[in-house]
Every structure is written in C-alpha cells, then in structure tokens.
C-alpha cells in the first residue's frame, strides 16, 4: 500500500490500534462523552497526569447547544453501566460537562505546550458492509446510531499515545504539557468553552490535528479552516383557512420557502471562497391551513472572517424581504460559529523538519492548505495567538472510506503512531535549536 510508511515500533503501531478500535466500539455524541471522558480521566491519571475534570474544569462556564435532556441521559445512563454507579469521574461530569485537561510537568523548566484533541462523535449508524473495515475486523459501533465518522477517536488516541510517550520520557523533556480532550467538535461548543480554559491562557506552543481531511496520503504542517456562521430561524406567520379564507392568513411557509431560494442566490464575494446551506425546514401545518409557523436552520461560510461576516449579513437582508413580502415576522438565533484563524508559519515549519527528521518521505509534505470546512479548533488556536504564543493546525490526510461523517467513514491506522511521534519530538526536541 503507497502513502505512509510503516511505523518502525510494529509493536507501538499495535498498542495505537487496538487503543483506536476500542474507543471506536464506544462513540458518544456531543456534550455527552461521559465514558470516553471518563476513561481518559482514569488512564491519565495512572500515566501520573494531574487531571481535571467536570466542576473543577468548567467553573462557571457551560456546555453551548448540549442535546436534549433526553439524550443525555440516556448517554449517562450507558456510561454508569459501564463504569458502575459511584465512578467519581462520571459524577462530577453531570450537566454535561465533558472532556478533560490532563498536565504534565518535564525534568527541566521550558516553553508551555498545549495539545487538542477532539472526543465527539457523530448521530449516524455505522456501515455493517464487509467492505468497511470497521465491520468486516468486528470494532464497529456498539452503541446504536452513533458513530466515530470523522477520525476523533484516532485523535483521542493519538492524545493517549503522547501521553505515554511523555510519562516515560518525563525526566528527559523540558516545559509543561496540557493535553486538551476536548468535548463536542461537531456542534461548534467544545472549542469555545475550552478556548476560555485558564490552562490554555499560558499556553506558549499550541497543537491540534485532524486525520483524513484531503483523501489523499498528505501530512499538512499549516492546515487553516474555512468560518462558519449556523443560525435558527423562525417565521411567523398567521393561519387562515385555505379554501375560505386565506386572504386572511399571512403565509409562513411561503416566505420560508422564498428565503430558502433567496438564500442559494447570494451574491459571491471576491475575498475568498464561500458557502450556503440550509440543512433543515420544519413545518407541522395542517393542509388546509395557511401555514403560520415555519422552522429552519441555515450555515453560511468564508475563506475567512470578512467573507463569513458578509454572507451573513447578506443573508439576513433575504430573510427580512422574504417577511416582509409575504407580511410574516422574523427570528433568527445563532446556533454556533466556527471562528478560522491563521496559524504561526514559525511552528509550521518546525513540524515539516521533525517529519523530515523522522525519515517521512518529502512528497507526502505539504503546507500551508485552507480547508473547505470549518473547525472550532480555530478558537483555541486564536486565543493563543493572541496572547503572544504560537499555534499550528496539522493534517494528517488519507484516504477515508465514503468520506468524512458517512456511515463507511474509515482512516488508515498506520497514521497514529507517526502523529504521536510528530507531536512527542516537538516537545522532546524543543530545546534544541
Ligand atoms: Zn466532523
Ligand atoms: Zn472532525
């Protein structure tokens, strides 16, 4: 198989593997990655992390856009059976206060490090074809309806992996490690809690990664991520009888449609690529009634944040005309916001000449590369930016199967000890230049 070399340690590339496989049986959605964090918790703690968690992590701050109540029960109720009612981990986690930051101090002083990965998963049922990897090796989901369809449990392994690196070398290496498992990636919240986080306000180096991405056996040191606005909106109208009297009636559903196709025909602007979608539209009307009450959700996206701000507000004079046209009302909320930021070329090229120094091959090098989607991520990597610090976005691309957030969704595991290992001689090998 081209692309990748192997791994030197076959042994290592075993442990990631089966770290990543067991991770994946278990997905857990957004804000509910009660097990998954709750795991991490207990391994790092053995490795000699300090941890925190729940509560004591979060403080006054709170998950943005969590699941229904429902679902988060459910999610925690899966988790306590199976870590078992009393687990400390999972209790202070109530409220959905997932994830964690785990610390680790060197032999000798240096710079502060500041790691992310992502935890989440995604609502969709997982391929059970023989095709896909996953199923046909039997580590396919075991919780129904959701799936690791976009690598975060490789993330999280990759995460782990550097953590044993760095326990076992600790006497060696200089500085001090947070390693951020950050929670909800796929909702837009998890970046913006954790961007807020004290530990990352002394971050001086600060790293994230994604796997796949471009389809394509690539490792890009300077990966930056396309804006993204997501809003809610509601028109309302007033109900009328369709046959009697619907020049009484103020259609809902009519200007909602109106602005769907308003929407798809925003000018472009010559700044930067950008992008409209409207992913959901909700009406329950009767048939035969002028419908007064009309749902849906759109995202909007830039090259950058000038882009993304001006499709927004495009977007917003389209909705106020389509009202205004059909005499219904108005109400737009914000769902997320993906911020992009740009990352330190400084720290890009520093990871190209530790892949070079691994014996990487130089055609699998690339940088920089803006990616066609969006990533919270971009919160993080700006905080730090702006207190002075330094930051980069790596990707670690492959093939992916059906691509990313498909049911077929798969990565080559033969990426994750060689993203331990970019990101372990960062840090051991920092001090010396
Ligand atoms: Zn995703
Ligand atoms: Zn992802």
């Keep these: 198989m081209s692309g990748f070399p192997d791994f030197p340690n076959s042994a290592q590339q075993e442990t990631l593997s089966a770290i990543r496989r067991s991770f994946h049986r278990e997905p857990e959605l957004s804000w509910t990655e009660f ?131 760095l326990a076992a070398t600790r006497e060696q290496w200089c500085g001090r490690v947070h390693l951020f498992f950050q929670p909800a990636e796929e909702v837009g919240g998890g970046g913006v809690v954790f961007a807020d986080l004290p530990q990352l306000h002394e971050v001086e180096r600060f790293m994230t990664l994604h796997l796949g991405i471009v389809d394509a056996y690539q490792i890009i040191c300077d990966a930056t991520w396309i804006c993204a606005k997501i809003y809610d909106v509601r028109f309302r109208g007033r109900a009328s009888h369709a046959g009697n009297a619907p020049q009484d009636g103020r259609n809902a559903l009519l200007a909602a449609c109106q602005a769907v196709q308003g929407l798809y025909a925003l000018p472009r602007h010559s700044g930067g690529l950008s992008r409209i979608n409207v992913g959901r539209f909700h009406s329950a009307n009767a048939h035969n009634v002028i419908a007064d009450d009309v749902y849906f959700r759109y995202e909007v996206r830039g090259a950058n944040n000038d882009v993304a701000d001006y499709m927004a507000q495009q977007a917003e004079q389209v909705l106020g005309g389509a009202a205004m046209m059909n005499g219904v009302e108005y109400e737009k909320t914000t769902f997320a916001e993906f911020s992009g930021w740009p990352n330190s070329p400084e720290l890009a090229e520093k990871v190209e000449k530790v892949a070079r120094d691994l014996g990487l091959p130089e055609e699998l090098l690339q940088r920089p590369y803006l990616v066609p989607a969006s990533e919270d991520a971009g919160y993080m990597v700006r905080r730090v930016r702006d207190q002075g610090g330094l930051a980069t976005h790596l990707i670690l691309g492959c093939p992916v199967g059906d691509g990313h957030h498909s049911c077929a969704f798969d990565f080559d595991e033969r990426l994750l000890p060689w993203g331990v290992e970019l990101f372990y001689r960062m840090v051991a090998d920092g001090e010396k230049e």
């Design 35 to 165: 097990r998954t964090s709750a795991r991490l918790c207990a391994e790092l703690t053995e490795l000699g992390f300090k941890i925190q968690y729940g509560k004591d992590l979060y403080g006054e701050r709170t998950p943005s856009n969590p699941p229904e109540a429902e679902v988060s029960r459910q999610a925690y109720a899966r988790a306590e059976a199976a870590l078992g009612r009393n687990n400390s981990y999972l209790t202070a986690m109530a409220g959905n206060r997932t994830g964690l930051c785990a610390t680790l101090e060197g032999g000798h002083p240096g710079p502060v490090w500041g790691f992310r990965f992502d935890i989440d998963a995604l609502p969709i049922q997982e391929s059970r074809d023989h095709s896909h990897p996953p199923a046909a090796q039997g580590f396919a989901s075991d919780n129904p309806g959701v799936m690791h369809a976009c690598g975060h449990d490789g993330h999280l392994t990759i995460g782990l992996g550097l953590a044993q690196r």
